[in-house]
């Protein structure tokens, strides 16, 4: 029996969307601040730091680590036409969540073609990026938004860039680089978001060894080096204005602290399991992982690294999209060895790794649709 195709215009699939998103956070925007980041800290920031001295903006010559100029220059103009009333701040987390909501609705149809059918696998994507409970505090909590600014910038930077043709004369890997760019100075989780493109380009030659791969693609690649580069030159210039140095990692003095050592080998891959579990079973909700053995999470983590480690041996199509999972996460999982990176509020860490846990559901699900004879562009 052939699968009935319901046509349904694209508009309405998007405007569902919009009405499904603004209905679940409805009560985040009609809410006040949250008690802990909202309040101690982007309401701090914005009424004493960015009033008294305007290179806060920019995160420039401060004491923290954190260098995030564009998103704080938006929060501000936010700030500067709401004040101290949450509702435009609310609103425009969840505005531009719906925005990366639909982004994912059109990489999926970018990923599968122009047919009616791939709608409802790009809607599927869609509705669990935008729904997805771990997601919550990211866009609820004000203080989410350098994760969810940072997501928009760079999901239109993959966008383009899984269009490119002609590598450097191509303007869309340009534009990409540039997208990359703004999303670093929006938030660090991006970071590592090239390896992933990387992962893309060379999973196109799937036919070819990868060495000869990466000999084909590598130009493709430059420009994100170059603005890698772009943004390290600038934060090593600001910390030469900064009134004092950061804390960094740990000090362990002038003997090796075995413990830490260890941490910093086991945690990252903990993380790893953490962070897929919220994917699969995000319940319980920001809780304390510092209060429930470790042990299981670590099990998951090294067993999902193996199969993604045999997927790519077998140059499988899953381990594409594993790799972009583990791409939005690498960044956080280097956090793993310090104490604050287990607390409740982890869980806006993953809100860029879900997009492409997202996107492998809803492959899936078009592999399904087409009982085994769907065949992905790779």
Known sequence: MSHM????????????????????????????????????????????????????????????????????????????????????????????????????????????????????????????????????????????????????????????HLGVQNDLKDWRLWVAALCYLLSLFCYEIAAAMPLALVFWDLYQQKERKWSEALRERYRRWLPYGGMLVVYFLMRISDRLFAVKKAVGLPSTGSSIDLEYLVKILINPIIGVGFYLKKMLIPWPLNF????????????????????????????????????????GLLPVLFLTARAYSWTAVAERYSYLASVFFAVFVALLYARYLAQGSFSLRL
């Open 5 to 160: 195709r319901v046509n349904i215009r694209q508009s309405y699939l998007l405007l569902f969307l919009a009405f499904v998103t603004l209905g679940l956070y409805y009560p985040a925007i009609l809410g006040d601040f949250c008690v802990m980041d909202d309040t101690g800290w982007v309401v701090k920031m914005l009424n004493y730091s960015m009033e008294t001295d305007y290179s806060k903006i920019l995160g420039i010559g401060g004491t923290s680590s954190y260098r995030r100029p564009l998103s704080r220059a938006i929060i501000y103009l936010v700030y500067k036409m709401s004040g101290e009333d949450p509702l435009l701040f609310h609103l425009f987390n969840v505005l531009v969540h719906l925005g990366s909501g639909i982004l994912v609705f059109f990489l999926v149809k970018k990923l599968l073609g122009r047919e009616n059918s791939s709608q409802w696998p790009a809607l599927l994507a869609a509705l669990l990026f935008l729904l997805h409970p771990a997601n919550v505090e990211a866009v609820a909590w004000v203080s989410g938004y350098c994760a969810v600014t940072a997501t928009f910038c760079m999901l239109i930077g993959i966008y383009l």
């Open 288 to 327: 304390h992982i510092s209060q429930v053995a470790k042990v299981p999470y670590f099990i998951f983590g090294l067993g999902f690294l193996v199969l993604l480690l045999y997927t790519t041996r077998k140059k499988r199509w899953e381990s594409l999209w594993g790799w972009m999972f583990l791409s």
